[in-house]
């Protein structure tokens, strides 16, 4: 499975940016968008399941940031409003190609920085 996330840039806090996924090569199942700042971790953000019926947010991002699929074009999405400066990192997009709970994610897009100023 080969994954692309594109949709990052610069954009001024209280704005917004949707960042895409698209997949290829191979079936996938729980889907994730995780960030990781300056020096900090990597943390996951947002989960969807494979029918779009359960998704996960944390608590951070939870009420801003909405993530969805298309099966059929093989993409995950994740709409973020009213963007923070503390929600500048680079976003990498997961998938797990096996059904497991909880999911391994087990494939990595090369990620894509998001910069929010102040």
């Known amino acids: 499975v080969q994954l692309q996330a594109s949709g990052g840039g610069l954009v001024q806090a209280g704005g917004s940016l949707r960042l895409s996924c698209a997949a290829s090569g191979g079936t996938t199942y729980e889907a994730a968008w995780f960030r990781q700042a300056p020096g900090r971790e990597r943390d996951l953000v947002a989960m969807i399941s494979w029918s779009g019926g359960r998704t996960y947010y944390s608590d951070s991002v939870k009420g801003r940031f909405t993530v969805s699929r298309d099966n059929d074009k093989n993409t995950v999405w994740l709409q973020m409003n009213n963007l923070l400066p503390e929600d500048t990192a680079v976003y990498y997009c997961?998938?797990?190609?096996?059904?497991?709970?909880?999911?391994?994610?087990?494939?990595w897009g090369q990620g894509t920085l998001v910069t929010v100023s102040s």
């Open positions: 997961a998938v797990a190609s096996r059904p497991s709970t909880p999911p391994r994610y087990d494939y």
